[in-house]
């Protein structure tokens, strides 16, 4: 009776203790966005498109939950359709894929964004704004299939310098939801209008009221280059990954255009693919003036 007693305390805090160590432990997700935002966003009835993309070189090489995409030698992407509906607020569209290690392609739902910033963030030494985004994601990405994405945009520019910082805080509603933190950064130093030298840096914390280890954490640190060819704006990187909770080498691309002039020539003329960090402080709320020119018909 004693031993089998024995047993059963011994079997009870056996599966009490990995109980434990799976709370502490957070599914992350598989990233088809690798990207600081600063804020600028397309012009007032403009239409934008980008195409992001990512690729672990050397990846870890176990699903972060069962049914789960391998990380390593995975393809991940999404076009991203986006439209300027005023000066201080973007709406934006995506189709996130992955194509793993086997050459199999799963979809992963979908995603829209609402994007509000500070206007003319790129005329602007502080600029500003945040980005709220809701998608909906299918097994092998995520356990829970909606999620909330909010993302706070808070950038300095100086001269030919600029530093942003996005502290991402992901929220996945079900069962196997959680809150979790994911700040990244990014310093870059412009070479004239069109070319751009920086790093940026990448983390997946873990829960917000609980971080992981140092080990399970994500850390990335990225070299990126951007420029534009002809119509086109290029982002482009190599990462590295700092602890062994990290993909240890992922090379990522973001290639973007604008699809129509749109009806404002305020916003700025940088790359869009260099832009993706948004908005400044003075004015949330545009004008009488610029809402009715925004109304008016071409030609008014």
Request: charge should be negative.
């Amino acid at each position: 009776m004693a031993l089998r007693y024995q047993h059963t305390l011994g079997l009870a805090s056996l599966l009490a203790s990995c109980a434990l160590a799976l709370s502490t432990l957070r599914a992350h997700a598989v990233t088809d966005e690798i990207q600081v935002y600063n804020a600028d966003i397309a012009k007032v009835g403009q239409w934008t498109l980008q195409s992001h993309s990512n690729y672990a070189i050397s990846g870890r090489k176990d699903p972060d939950f069962e049914g789960g995409i391998i990380p390593h030698h995975a393809l991940n992407g999404t076009p991203e359709l986006a439209y300027g509906i005023t000066e201080w607020w973007e709406m934006g569209f995506y189709a996130p894929y992955a194509v793993d290690q086997n050459r199999e392609f799963s979809s992963n739902g979908g995603k829209i964004r609402q994007l509000f910033v500070t206007p003319n963030a790129a005329k602007r030494e502080f600029f500003y704004g945040v980005n709220f985004e809701v998608s909906y994601a299918t097994p092998r990405f995520l356990e829970t299939k909606w999620n909330l994405e909010v993302r706070p945009i808070i950038g300095v520019r100086k001269n030919d310098y600029e530093f942003i910082v996005n502290p991402i805080v992901d929220v996945g509603f079900g069962v196997n939801g959680d809150v979790t933190f994911l700040p990244c950064a990014r310093f870059a130093r412009n070479f004239g209008e069109n070319f751009a030298l920086g790093l940026e840096y990448y983390t997946d914390l873990g829960r917000l009221q609980n971080f992981l280890p140092l080990n399970q954490q994500q850390h990335n640190l990225y070299g990126v280059v951007d420029f534009k060819i002809g119509r086109f704006d290029v982002n482009a990187g190599i990462g590295y990954g700092l602890t062994s909770g990290s993909d240890r080498w992922m090379a990522k691309m973001i290639i973007g255009t604008e699809l129509n002039e749109g009806f404002s020539d305020k916003s700025s003329e940088t790359p869009k693919s260099m832009r993706r960090t948004r908005p400044a402080l003075s004015s949330l709320s545009p004008t009488a003036a610029t809402l009715s020119e925004a109304m008016l018909p071409a030609g008014y």
